[in-house]
């Protein structure tokens, strides 16, 4: 017999198929193509017209990350999901990642749940670590506490999740006396999950605090991941959760075009060009020509080979819903327009019609 | 080709005249390539805290972004305790784990005694390996007696330098020109 989870988890419908989104860091890059980099403000606007359109498609979910690097426009992620909560009427919103280490989880926790209350309740929260770790000197912090801080701060915020009167102590953050934490989510609690990338020692912390997972993925073969997806369940299971009750998101590069050589011709540049600029290393074209490959983890190709890729993933992982990051390194907006649409009319009806689980 | 030659002791001399050595070698032969020596005892470097390379500053910074900017690699270090010296190994550590993928390395070692031949062979050679180098098979190694008041004056110690900075060259043209040809057939 399980224990009870006291965390919110999202509610996903099986039998309707798994639950597609899409998800930006909010990267501000030249577009290689051209050799041009739009202003910080467009691209804001743009980013928010990108959830509309995603909205308006019929996607189920945006997510935006938090960064605080050169070339980056996301520092103040929730804000714009803030305006995004005001464009968009029926999609969920979520930041992915909210960097739970370097801020206030009580200012964190005031601020979704506003949004919740703007958006009438479609709002999560995904709380990561950060792999770039300039924000810790930026925002006064010490690296050398760079896990401990995650881990009090996750679980601070996950205690405010659960409790509107809360009394705590901790290292970071002054003690909380009896404070009362409003506003309040609509439903009460909002959904948060811990973003998890690379190997699986994060999945494990994911899986014993029975919390939803968000695994973010590059590039590589789809079989890689599947040791930190069981490793998340095995915690999970370990530590006394019903494993099968814990959604998994799937996150990673994505590119539509009419046919496959088109859709990699035209992203490999703001891939290769793109992770110079904010990792330092270009992707290797080797590794990128492997996304013709239905066990290759990078969904780029034509609508009908991106459908396959992602029911092989599903296969796989089993996962509730997978995002796709189809804005990285400058992409022009007609294309993420084009790519939205891509998915509206064609991906998203096939992979939701083949994941749906049957009744028997 | 953006030639990077790293001399990785900050004890005593003999490191430093060997990679000076191969740096007037590479100037002598390819004098159109662009050069950088970098010497660990001139500069301040930290211990890797596992951040990425481009985050660190100042010496730090330099070190990282001047090594992953080259193609071909000219290690240069001492032999301490049976190994490379922790200077070097810190170098590797600030790096990202796939730091030297499309890159042509070379090494050449110094030791005390000839004892040490294989130290480049078992310590520095799997690091490289890891690190996805592309490794020059020879290398060459430089003991004691072959230095003289911070020259080498073992003349078959020199010519074996130029063999070896000519083998290099030679690799990375033709690793570069594979890899052009091997990416052009992608027709993407």
């Known amino acids: 017999m399980a224990k009870e989870n006291k965390n919110c988890l999202p509610a996903f419908d099986a039998s309707k198929g798994i639950e597609f989104g899409i998800y930006t860091l909010g990267d501000h890059l030249i577009n290689p193509h051209t050799g041009k980099r739009i202003s910080a403000g467009q691209r804001l606007r743009e980013i928010v017209e990108m959830a509309r359109l995603a909205d308006d498609a019929g996607l189920d979910v945006f997510v935006m990350g938090e960064s605080h690097q050169d070339y980056f426009v996301s520092q103040a992620h929730s804000v714009v999901l803030s305006a995004i909560a005001q464009a968009t009427k029926n999609i969920r919103i979520s930041s992915g990642a909210t960097i739970i280490s370097t801020s206030d989880p ?4 005031e ?11 479609r709002t999560e929260i995904v709380a990561g670590r950060a792999s770039r770790v300039g924000l810790f000197e930026l925002l006064g912090y010490d690296l050398r506490d760079y896990e401990a801080l995650f881990e009090e701060k996750f679980d601070l915020l996950l205690q405010i999740n659960q409790n509107e009167h809360l009394t705590w102590q901790g290292e970071f953050r002054a003690p909380l006396n009896n404070a009362h934490i409003i506003p309040r989510p609509l439903k009460g609690q909002l959904p948060i999950w811990r973003a998890v990338g690379g190997g699986p020692g994060s999945a494990v912390m994911a899986g014993r605090a029975g919390v939803p997972m968000y695994m973010a993925h590059l590039g590589g073969p789809t079989g890689a991941f599947t040791g930190t997806i069981a490793a998340y369940r095995e915690a999970a299971r370990e530590s006394g959760y019903d494993a099968a009750a814990l959604p998994v998101t799937t996150a990673g590069f994505f590119y539509a075009a009419e046919d496959t050589l088109t859709a990699l011709r035209e992203y490999y540049p703001h891939i290769n060009e793109g992770m110079k600029f904010t990792n330092g290393q270009g992707f ?3 590794a990128f020509a492997q996304a013709q490959d239905v066990r290759s983890i990078i969904n780029v190709g034509s609508p009908q080979q991106i459908i396959e890729k992602i029911l092989y993933q599903h296969e796989q992982f089993g996962m509730q819903r997978y995002v796709a990051q189809l804005d990285f390194g400058g992409v022009p907006f007609d294309k993420i327009r084009q790519n939205i649409e891509m998915i509206g009319t064609e991906i998203l009806p096939a992979v939701k019609k083949h994941t749906a689980k049957k009744e028997n | 080709m953006n030639i990077v030659v790293i001399s990785s002791s900050k004890v005593g001399t003999k490191t430093q005249t060997a990679t000076k050595k191969v740096v007037e070698l590479i100037q002598a032969h390819y004098p159109g390539e662009s050069l950088t020596l970098i010497d660990l005892k001139e500069l301040d470097i930290v211990f890797s805290d596992g951040r990425n390379y481009l985050d660190y500053s100042g010496d730090t910074a330099y070190v990282t972004k001047t090594v992953m900017d080259a193609d071909v690699l000219f290690i240069g270090a001492p032999t301490f305790q049976g190994s490379i010296p922790a200077t070097l190994k810190n170098i590797f550590d600030l790096l990202p784990q796939n730091a030297l993928y499309h890159k042509t390395v070379a090494m050449i070692m110094m030791a005390g005694s000839p004892k040490h031949f294989l130290v480049a062979e078992t310590q520095l050679k799997p690091i490289l390996s890891y690190m996805k180098a592309n490794i020059v098979p020879n290398y060459v190694f430089i003991e004691d007696k072959d230095f003289h008041l911070q020259k080498i004056v073992n003349d078959d110690v020199l010519l074996r330098l130029e063999t070896l900075v000519e083998n ?8 570069a020109e594979i890899w052009r040809q091997q990416e052009d057939s992608y027709d993407f």
Request: net charge positive; proline share 4%; no cysteine.
């Open chain 1, 284 to 286: 290797p074209k080797q």
């Open chain 2, 168 to 175: 290099t060259l030679v690799l990375a043209r033709t690793y």
């Open chain 1, 106 to 109: 009580v200012r964190v926790y």
């Open chain 1, 111 to 121: 601020d979704f749940a506003t949004i919740d209350l703007l958006s009438n309740g």
